[in-house]
């Protein structure tokens, strides 16, 4: 079929700008593919998954998946490469990947703004992105991004990777919005009646205390008659 590759149990459909997998990729393919690499596609969508229940690695890099992505239970995976997707939340799709691939030693998530890289993006360091914090969700991790898991970075993990979640702060516009409608950012001491801009008379109010002048400095220079 036009656009597939297959050598053995390996399956390649790369850069057909499809949105989803395409169902008779599935019925064709899914019984049979160890290896399936679907890079350099559209997509949005792993729905069609369901049906390669023995897929053992599976390359996704460089498509617009997002925080929806949901993946099939493949017991059998251990490779998953997610590269320059459309990820910007870290937790959930840990919580995910536990839950449906429990084999996983191999994962590179490259190139997401939830998983920052200083080669990817010169604004963003490691603090943007806590391997423990990984290692501590995914504890069968043997490789992470570029890099082989160290015993020393486990240890770590089991440690403290609870701790090393890395909370963003809200959108700058929303909490700007959030602010300008939030009751404190309305007080002023001022009565009411000077709180109206085009309102320019003057405001009075009763008070404690009555003034009558008399140590005042600038009464030294007003005669009697002045007054």
Do not use: W
Not at 14 to 24: H, Y
Not at 162 to 174: G, H, R, S, T, Y
Not at 178 to 204: C, K, M
């Amino acid at each position: 079929m036009a656009g597939v590759v297959v050598s053995g149990n390996q399956v390649s459909y790369i850069s057909q700008d499809c949105e989803e997998i395409p169902e008779f990729l599935g019925r064709t393919y899914g019984h049979m593919a160890k290896r399936l690499d679907l890079s350099f596609n559209l997509l949005r969508s792993l729905e069609g998954l369901k049906t390669f229940s023995y897929l053992e690695e599976l390359i996704l890099d460089n498509n617009r998946l997002g925080n929806d992505l949901l993946l099939p239970r493949l017991p059998h995976l251990h490779t998953l490469t997610l590269n320059k997707n459309q990820i910007t939340e870290l937790e959930s799709l840990l919580d995910h990947l536990a839950e449906v691939v429990p084999s996983l030693q191999y994962l590179s998530l490259l190139g997401n703004m939830a998983c920052p890289n200083e080669l990817v993006c010169q604004e963003k360091d490691e603090d943007d992105y806590q391997r423990y914090f990984v290692l501590h969700k995914l504890t069968n991790l043997k490789f992470l991004d570029t890099r082989k898991v160290t015993r020393r970075e486990r240890e770590e993990a089991l440690v403290r990777g609870a701790f090393m979640k890395v909370v963003k702060p809200k959108d700058a516009k929303a909490s700007s919005d959030a602010a300008s409608t939030s009751p404190q950012n309305h007080y002023t001491p001022l009565p009411s009646g000077s709180r109206d801009l085009t309102n320019h008379r003057g405001v009075l109010g009763r008070c404690r205390y009555i003034y009558y002048g008399k140590h005042s400095e600038g009464n030294r220079f007003i005669r009697d008659d002045q007054l």
